[in-house]
């Protein structure tokens, strides 16, 4: 049974909003457990991707609950388990969640997938 789960979490929209997202303490206080890192982008390019972990233990805090506080920002949380063999793709968009989909976790470059040839 998968424990641990790996996330990237990419964060779209106005340059000025995404910089006061990324420094909104509060909102990353929870987060810091997690060793979230910045993957690629920043708010000047209007994109920005975090990589973290969690176990079903200990979940991560809720992305449902940034986009309702950052309503202008589309956010889009990709999940694969530790195997690889379970993908996720959620969006959320104006505040709410609008997709999710299931989606071959392979496709996840982010994660690092080794290959056996």
């Not at 176990?55 to 990709?78: I, R």
């Not at 379970?86 to 996840?108: A, H, M, S």
């Amino acid at each position: 049974m998968p424990t641990e789960s790996i996330y990237r979490l990419i964060a779209e929209g106005p340059p000025a909003t995404l910089t006061e997202f990324e420094q909104d303490d509060a909102l990353w206080s929870p987060w810091e457990r997690f060793s979230i890192t910045r993957h690629d982008g920043d708010a000047d390019s209007g994109s920005i991707s975090y990589l973290y972990g969690d176990n079903w233990k200990v979940p991560a805090s809720s992305v449902a609950d940034m986009a309702a506080q950052y309503p202008t920002l589309v956010f889009t949380l990709e999940h694969a388990d530790e195997f690889g063999e379970v993908g996720n793709r959620t969006v959320y968009r104006d505040g709410r969640q609008c997709t999710k989909e299931q989606v071959d976790p392979l496709i996840f470059y982010w994660a690092g997938w080794e290959t056996s040839e």
